[in-house]
């Protein structure tokens, strides 16, 4: 069965993918280690400050002093991951993370739940629609986002094993699982989940089951649809958008503000090859509020209709 004949019944949070898959990679490397936030039970970190104390570090609620940590760490060959909130491990720990990570090329992880609008009914302080912009513009930085708990393990062991700094972001909520945990990954490289010859949708993180059950149903009426998983939007699958050129005609999906994120990544390639045209469905430059996870992403026209009217629009 392909995974776009896949019924998505069975879901689970990123975060705990990264809970499970860095428990996992510190028994088997004692040189990873965890620098938390005080907020290890809700990013998933709790059982591996249980069970590997030795290579856990609890800085408390001082997101700032933790990316300080995880750089000196990083001076002594361990592999540093920081575990906190999106909000907090992009817009708190910026200047850190900056200087002190990518200036001078350290191997420190930024490994973040709670990011775009999975937070729901924490509110817009909570809910990081700016976090892989912010972190997109630094020099040396890698950003992810895996679609469902299988990418985002595969991802995740990744990170571990290239050199330098890696932001990886991680959902709250539970999102379908599209693939089998055989499923590999290379970072850097868009996954196609489809092939087609109308037009591409391209989308990341906890969008990509919207954009397979629009291109189905797409499908179905006639329309030949490429569809891309663009997990990592720094650096850029520029091959696989290129390829997608072909056809003309692009989506891009996001939750994120559409403003430097994966639509302003894809505009990039695209205006430099000065052909085709590019519509951004993402967080409409504005602030969340508290409700429901699915009426944020209606509210900002992150939602499966709209993904099927904006490729009839282009068409």
Do not use: W
């Amino acid at each position: 069965m392909s995974i776009m004949e896949k019924t998505l019944n069975v879901k689970k949070a990123t975060r705990a993918a990264f809970g499970d898959e860095i428990l996992k990679l510190g028994k088997e490397n004692k040189d990873i280690y965890v620098v938390d936030a005080d907020i290890a039970k809700s990013c998933k970190t709790i059982n591996f400050a249980k069970e590997l104390p030795d290579q856990h570090i609890n800085v408390g609620i001082a997101e700032q002093n933790a990316a300080g940590v995880a750089a000196g760490l990083a001076t002594t060959g361990k592999i540093p991951f920081v575990s906190t909130y999106a909000v907090f491990g992009s817009l708190r720990m910026a200047e850190q993370i900056r200087q002190e990570a990518c200036y001078p090329m350290l191997n420190v992880k930024i490994a973040c739940s709670h990011g775009g609008l999975t937070p729901a009914s924490d509110g817009g302080s909570h809910q990081a629609i700016e976090d892989m912009g912010i972190y997109r513009s630094m020099p040396n930085m890698t950003v992810i986002m895996g679609s469902d708990y299988y990418s985002t393990r595969k991802l995740v062991e990744q990170a571990a094993k290239i050199y330098g700094p890696v932001y990886l972001r991680f959902t709250r909520g539970d999102i379908p699982v599209i693939y089998d945990e055989n499923e590999e990954f290379t970072i850097g490289k868009a996954k196609k989940l489809n092939e087609g010859k109308d037009l591409a949708i391209i989308a990341n993180g906890d969008t990509v089951h919207l954009a397979m059950e629009a291109t189905k149903l797409l499908e179905k009426e006639g329309v030949s649809v490429k569809l891309l998983d663009m997990h990592t939007i720094k650096p850029i699958d520029r091959e696989a958008v290129l390829d997608c050129l072909e056809v003309g005609r692009l989506i891009t999906v996001e939750d994120h503000n559409i403003l430097n994120g994966l639509g302003s990544a894809v505009c990039e390639v695209v205006a430099e090859e000065g052909k085709g045209k590019v519509r951004r469905i993402g967080v409409q430059d504005q602030f969340g509020e508290s409700a429901p996870y699915e009426k944020l992403l209606e509210l900002n026209g992150i939602t499966v209709e709209n993904i099927i009217n904006t490729a009839k629009e282009l068409l």
